[in-house]
């Protein structure tokens, strides 16, 4: 079935740091969304990607899409601890009305202040 | 004004039971969505609703079953709950392509 690989599962950082989580498919995908999860909270949507090499920022978050459009990254400059949390990324497989969001495992962000 | 609401927030009950989880949006969004998200927090769709028909339905236990009264409302019936059934079970609706989740609500089946 259709998947998307997450890694890493688990990232600590120092606050400051830089961190990143990747996202990967076997096949081309034809969008890419991010979600971010805060510990007990609900996913919250951050960004959708469309396009080859697409790039997008919001403030100290960039958003990538790979060329092939087969990957896609999540990079935070320089951490604070209100980045604390899960960061998905999901594809929408389907058209239409009909179309399903098949999330990634998730990387699971914790800053040590 | 929250956007998309679920009750209970929490569930406690016991194995057998039956129960329901209610969702109800104010987005005007015509689909809506009920995912389950497990102890290693993998989010995993349900079901999914479009103006009150059934579009999606995941392989899922027929002992799930979802009713959308009108496209703002989707609840969810579980009969005879299984320990394997405690996670947290989250409504969602769209409109284009954005997702919004409401807040979730945590099943723990003892």
């Known amino acids: 079935g259709q998947q998307v690989m997450q890694i890493p599962q688990y990232q600590h950082v120092q606050e400051g740091e830089d961190f990143t989580t990747y996202c990967n498919s076997s096949t081309t995908l034809s969008n890419i969304q991010w979600y971010k999860q805060r510990p007990g909270g609900h996913p919250v949507f951050l960004i959708q990607l469309v396009k080859s090499g697409e790039v997008k920022k919001q403030k100290r978050l960039t958003f990538q899409f790979g060329e092939a459009k087969k990957n896609s990254s999540l990079h935070i400059t320089a951490t604070q601890t209100t980045d604390v949390g899960t960061y998905f990324c999901?594809?929408?497989f389907g058209g239409g009305s009909n179309y399903k969001l098949t999330f990634g495992k998730g990387t699971l962000l914790t800053v040590n202040p | 004004d929250t956007a998309v609401s679920q009750t209970p927030k929490y569930l406690v009950t016991q194995m057998g039971n039956d129960k329901s989880i209610k969702c109800e949006q104010n987005?005007?969004?015509?689909?809506m969505y009920w995912y389950k998200q497990d102890s290693k927090k993998f989010l995993k769709i349900m079901f999914s609703y479009n103006n009150k028909e059934l579009i999606i339905n995941e392989t899922v236990p027929n002992r799930f079953s979802p009713k959308s009264p009108d496209k703002a409302h989707l609840n969810l019936h579980i009969n005879s709950l299984e320990l394997g059934d405690s996670a947290v079970y989250f409504c969602?609706?769209?409109?284009?392509?954005?997702?919004?989740f409401g807040p979730g609500t945590r099943l723990t089946v003892t």
């Open positions: 987005l005007g969004h015509d689909t």
């Open positions: 999901a594809s929408r």
């Open positions: 969602a609706s769209s409109h284009i392509y954005e997702q919004y």
